[in-house]
């Protein structure tokens, strides 16, 4: 566990221990009667759109101001966190479902249910399952904002260099065995200093100059930038029930067989080592030229299919595994604070952010797909307005029986750093994969009670 997640980690067990609200010092009321509302969000690539909809919001209720404050997620969460243990958190919040049941535990979380009864919000605007995530027992702690499915992303002149054909990357196939046709797309797509790629038998793989793939290992317990999915298309579930299981899967021998095909890749050298790997972000290698794939999300495309790289990256659909081609549908919702003095004026907020006037407006700036799906088929046209062919997301949410979500359960900000930690073992060899994972189920099932 790094230092900033140890950090991290501490203040929420204070938070969950401390049921102690008093007002926000960052929000009030001004002489005049005008109302300012803070709010808080990590994305800097998202922050213009939604500073447009904070200018509509605010000609509607001209008595209300919203201050918008980004911060970036290393620090995001520490400073959060920081600030509700001191009672001086801002009025909403952009959450994350990995983090909201420790503030809900922690009765930082105003209850919405009510709220949305009364207003009568409109539920089945959504897209399918995103609101069932935000509630527990009957409480309602947000509404969803936007989602996001996952993705092959790929250099075209690469892989086009190596001979591969990238129409045949909309049908590959993996297992954990022989690791199907993406195995072999990897290995062609993986360079040595000498020009030869991972199918020739002089290939050097001590030696590389682009790895076919870049891995993911700060993943969490989640994995969803990679082995997540491929140990679902292989049969594996997190839990016994999803959302608010009881008991996780780690030790599922489906996660096990993916976890050591990833350890197999990296020793044929068609990935990166772990204790080798480059402290730079796989978008940035990527970019580099050091790599010819990676997975990646619907909220990366305007990294990859910037104007600046003039097509240089594409998509294509993840791999069919034994039970199928399975990706995770992740979304974030907005919180209210349970302090905040303003908790009227925060709820219009939060539902104007929730509504079609706000989610209109971040569809027209592409960087997300909203939560209603109005909204986001109209970001979908616009992309394909720009000449950006992004439909291999927008299909994989649509997808019969194609989508899973995320693990979701108290204490997750504590079970991420074992499962990681136990999955890193795996990938250095210290441990077998069966053997970490079974020690971190554990572990993991010990914290749940």
């Given amino acids: 566990m790094s230092p900033r997640h140890s950090r991290v980690g501490a203040a929420l067990l204070c938070l969950t221990a401390t049921a102690t609200l008093v007002s926000c010092a960052g929000s009030g009321t001004a002489a005049d009667g005008r109302t300012t509302l803070d709010y808080w969000l990590w994305d800097d690539l998202q922050l213009p759109a939604y500073q447009e909809c904070a200018n509509a919001f605010q000609r509607a209720n001209p008595g209300i101001t919203v ?23 801002p009025d909403v919040w952009t959450d994350q479902s990995t983090y909201y049941p420790t503030y ?27 609101t069932d995530i935000w509630v527990k027992d009957g409480k309602r702690y947000g509404l969803p904002k936007d989602w996001d499915t996952m993705a092959i992303v ?12 990238t129409g045949r990357l909309n049908s590959l196939t993996w297992n954990p065995g022989d690791g199907g046709t993406l195995e072999q797309t990897i290995a062609r797509a ?18 590389v100059k682009t790895y076919g793939f870049l891995t993911e290992w700060a993943d969490g317990s989640q994995g969803q930038n990679g082995w997540g999915l491929l140990a679902a298309s292989n049969g594996f579930t997190y839990l016994d029930k999803n959302p608010w299981g009881t008991h996780y899967r780690y030790d599922a021998p489906e996660l096990a ?23 730079l972000a796989n978008s940035e290698l990527l970019i580099a030229g050091k790599g010819a794939m990676t997975v990646a999300g619907s909220f990366t495309v305007s990294t990859y299919l910037a104007p600046r790289l003039k097509g240089k990256f594409a998509y294509a659909p993840l791999p069919t595994g034994p039970e199928g081609r399975k990706t995770s549908i992740n979304g974030l919702s907005d919180a209210v604070w349970a302090g905040s003095k303003h908790k009227e004026e925060a709820w219009k907020w939060v539902k104007f952010l929730a ?12 960087v997300v797909f909203p939560a ?19 439909h291999v997301f927008t299909d994989a949410a649509t997808a019969k029986n194609g989508t899973f979500l ?15 930690d136990a999955i890193q073992s795996a990938i250095l060899g210290r441990s077998s994969p069966e053997a970490a994972l079974r020690s971190a189920n554990e572990k993991v099932n010990r914290l749940l009670g």
């Fill in 67 to 89: 201050k918008i404050t980004q911060t970036a997620w290393s620090q995001y969460w520490q400073n959060l966190t920081t600030e509700l243990v001191s009672g001086e958190a």
């Fill in 104 to 130: 809900a535990a922690g009765k930082q979380l105003l209850d919405l249910q009510p709220y949305v009864e009364r207003d009568k919000v409109d539920l089945s605007a959504y897209q399918p399952g995103l």
């Fill in 154 to 165: 790929y250099n075209t002149d690469l892989l086009k260099k190596q001979g591969v054909d």
């Fill in 190 to 207: 993986t360079v040595d200093t000498h020009g030869r790629n991972g199918l020739d038998p002089d290939f050097d793989k001590n030696h």
């Fill in 257 to 279: 067989e993916t976890i050591a095909w990833f350890k197999r890749l990296i020793g044929k050298g068609y990935a990166p080592r772990l204790d080798q790997k480059s402290s």
């Fill in 355 to 366: 509504s079609a006037d706000c989610q209109d407006i971040v569809a027209e700036h592409g």
């Fill in 372 to 390: 209603i799906r109005s909204s986001s088929r109209k970001a979908l046209a616009g992309h394909e307005a720009r000449g950006e062919d992004v």
């Fill in 406 to 420: 995320l693990p979701v359960t108290e204490r997750g900000t504590e079970i991420g750093p074992l499962v990681q």
